[in-house]
C-alpha cells in the first residue's frame, strides 16, 4: 500500500484507540469497583479525571509537535496512552486508578490533534478528503463500540482486558508511525506560552469539566456551577493575554479564516448533537427498553456501519456538490435521523431501529468528514498546529456541551411528569432538542461562498462566477484533474 495511504490509517488506528477506551469502561464499572473495593459512583472519578486531563493538555499540543516533531510527539503520545492502560489495568485502589485514567487522558490529548496535524502536514491538499474520511472514522465507531465490548470482555474475560487490548495495539502503531512517518517539525518553533497554557488549560477544563458531569448527578449543581464559570472567567483571562502575546496557545486570530470560522461554529452546534448520541441511546435501549447492556450495544452499533459505507464515497459526493451544499443540506438531512430516534419505542422492531442508525450513520460520518476537512482549505502550513489544537479543543467542548444538555433534558422530562425513575418517554424530547441544535449548523455553512474548499474538494467552480479568484480556483482544480489522471 502507498505510504500517503497508509498515514491516515495509522492515525485512525491511534484514534479509535482513544475514543474506544473512552466510552468502554462506561460498562464494566461495576465490576472494576467490585474488584477494588469502592463504589460504582465513586469511580465515575476514573472517566471524569480522564476528561480533565484531556482538556487541560490539549492546548499544549500543538507547540509540543512544533518543537520536537509531530512523528515524535504522536508516538510518544501511543507510548503514555498505554502506559495509563498498563497502570489501569494493574490498579488496586481508586487513587491508582484515576491516576492511570489521568496519564491516558495525558497521552489522549497529544494523540488527536497531532495525529491530525501529522495528516496535514504529510497529505496534500487534494487528496484531504479522502484522508479524513478514514481518520473520522474512528470517532464514530469507538463510543458505539465501547459499551457493547466493554460489557462482553467484563462477563466472558475480565475487565483488566478492556485496558490490556490497548497495548498490542497501541505497539502496532508506533511501529508504524516510526516506519512511515516522516519526522517533520517546524523549522523555526515559536516560544512556549506557559501563562497561556496555564489560563487556557484552567478555562478549557473547567469548562469542559463542568459541563461533562452536568447532569449526571455527580457533583452538586454550585460545584458544576462553579467550574463552568470559573472555566468561563479562565478564558476571558486568556482572551486579554492572547492579545498581548505573539505565539498563544489558542490561536484565535485564526478565525479570520472563513472556512475555519465556519467549521469551529457550524461544528460545534453540529456536534452537540451528535455528541449525545452515545450517551442517549444506550441508556433508551438499557434503562428504556430493558436490553442488556451487551445487546444495547450491538444495536446502537448500527450506525458505525454506514459511517463505514460513507468512506469510500465521501470524496466523490464531496468533489460533485462541493463543500457548501453538503455541509448545509447535509446538517439538516443528518438531523432528521436523529430526531427520528425521539420516535422510538419499545414496541419498535428492532431492526427499523438499527435501519434508521445505519442510514443516519453514513449522514453523520459524511457531515464529519466534510466539516472537518473544511476547517483547513485555507490554513497556511506555519498555522498548521494552531489550526489543529483550536479545531481539537472545540470538539472536546462541544461533545461536553452535547452531553450535558442531553442529560439536563432527560431530568428535566422526568421531573415535569414528577417521576422518581428513567422511563422510555422520558427521552423523545432530548433527541427532538439535539436534533434541533445540529439543524441550526446550517446558517453558519449556509453563510460560505459557494466556492468554499474547492481547492480541497476538486469541486468545479461555476462559470457565472468572476474574478481573479475564481479563475485561480478553476485553474487549481484543472491541476489536481491532470495530477489524479496521471496518477490514475
Avoid at 497561556?196 to 457533583?219: C, D, M, R, T
Avoid at 479562565?234 to 486570530?253: C, E, G, I, K, N
Avoid at 464529519?368 to 479545531?391: D, G, H, Q
Wanted: charged share 10%; proline share 6%; with cysteine.
Amino acid at each position: 500500500m502507498q505510504k500517503p495511504r497508509l498515514i491516515p490509517l495509522i492515525v485512525a488506528t491511534a484514534w479509535f484507540m482513544e475514543n474506544m477506551d473512552s466510552t468502554v469502561i462506561a460498562t464494566s464499572l461495576p465490576a472494576i469497583a467490585a474488584d477494588i473495593g469502592t463504589s460504582p459512583l465513586t469511580l465515575k472519578l476514573a472517566i471524569t479525571s480522564y476528561l480533565l486531563s484531556l482538556a487541560v493538555f490539549i492546548p499544549a499540543s500543538g507547540w509540543t509537535a512544533d518543537r520536537f516533531g509531530a512523528r515524535a510527539v504522536f508516538s510518544a503520545a501511543i507510548f503514555v496512552f498505554m502506559l495509563g492502560s498498563i497502570g489501569c489495568a494493574l490498579s488496586n485502589s481508586v487513587s491508582d486508578f484515576v491516576i492511570a485514567r489521568i496519564l491516558q487522558g495525558l497521552g489522549g490529548a497529544m494523540m488527536i490533534p497531532v495525529g491530525r496535524l501529522v495528516i496535514l502536514r504529510t497529505i496534500d491538499k487534494s487528496a484531504l478528503v479522502n484522508a479524513m474520511a478514514w481518520v473520522t472514522v474512528p470517532a464514530l465507531i469507538g463510543p458505539v463500540m465501547g459499551p457493547p465490548l466493554g460489557g462482553f470482555i467484563t462477563t466472558y474475560f475480565s475487565w483488566h482486558w478492556i485496558f490490556l487490548i490497548n497495548i498490542p495495539i497501541g505497539l502496532l502503531g508506533i511501529w508504524m508511525a516510526m516506519k512511515y512517518i516522516d519526522p517533520i517539525r517546524a523549522e523555526d518553533p515559536e516560544r512556549f506560552d506557559i501563562v497561556g497554557l496555564v489560563l487556557a488549560g484552567l478555562g478549557v477544563a473547567g469548562i469542559a469539566f463542568g459541563l461533562s458531569v452536568a447532569g449526571l448527578g455527580l457533583l452538586p449543581w454550585p460545584i458544576v456551577a462553579g467550574l463552568i464559570g470559573g472555566g468561563a472567567v479562565a478564558m476571558w483571562f486568556y482572551m486579554q493575554h492572547a492579545r498581548r502575546t505573539a505565539s498563544p496557545v489558542l490561536d484565535f486570530t485564526l478565525l479570520r479564516h472563513p472556512t475555519l470560522r465556519a467549521s469551529l461554529t457550524g461544528g460545534f452546534l453540529y456536534r452537540m448533537g451528535v455528541g449525545a448520541l452515545p450517551f442517549l441511546l444506550p441508556l433508551l435501549m438499557q434503562i428504556g427498553f430493558g436490553l442488556s447492556p451487551f445487546k444495547s450495544g450491538l444495536v446502537t452499533f448500527a450506525s458505525a456501519v454506514g459511517a463505514l459505507g460513507m468512506k469510500t464515497l465521501a470524496a466523490r459526493i464531496i468533489r460533485t456538490f462541493g463543500f457548501r451544499k453538503i455541509v448545509v443540506i447535509n446538517a439538516a438531512a443528518s438531523s432528521l435521523f436523529i430526531a427520528a430516534c425521539a420516535l422510538f419505542t419499545p414496541a419498535t422492531p428492532l431492526l427499523l431501529i438499527m435501519i434508521i442508525l445505519i442510514v443516519g450513520g453514513f449522514f453523520r460520518s459524511l457531515q464529519f468528514t466534510a466539516v472537518n476537512t473544511l476547517a483547513y482549505a485555507e490554513v497556511t502550513p506555519p498555522e498548521m498546529s494552531r489550526a489543529s489544537t483550536i479545531v481539537s479543543v472545540n470538539q472536546q467542548l462541544a461533545i461536553s456541551a452535547g452531553i450535558a444538555v442531553g442529560a439536563f433534558a432527560v431530568e428535566a422530562t422526568m421531573a415535569m411528569r414528577h417521576g422518581s425513575e428513567l422511563v422510555a418517554s422520558d427521552f423523545w424530547p432530548a433527541f427532538l432538542i439535539v436534533a434541533i441544535i445540529s439543524t441550526a449548523s446550517a446558517y453558519s455553512f449556509w453563510k460560505l461562498p459557494d466556492d468554499a474548499g474547492s481547492e480541497i474538494s476538486g469541486h468545479k467552480i461555476s462559470a457565472e462566477l468572476e474574478g481573479p479568484k475564481a479563475t485561480d480556483a478553476v485553474a487549481a482544480e484543472s491541476t489536481h484533474d491532470a495530477r489524479d489522471q496521471k496518477l490514475g
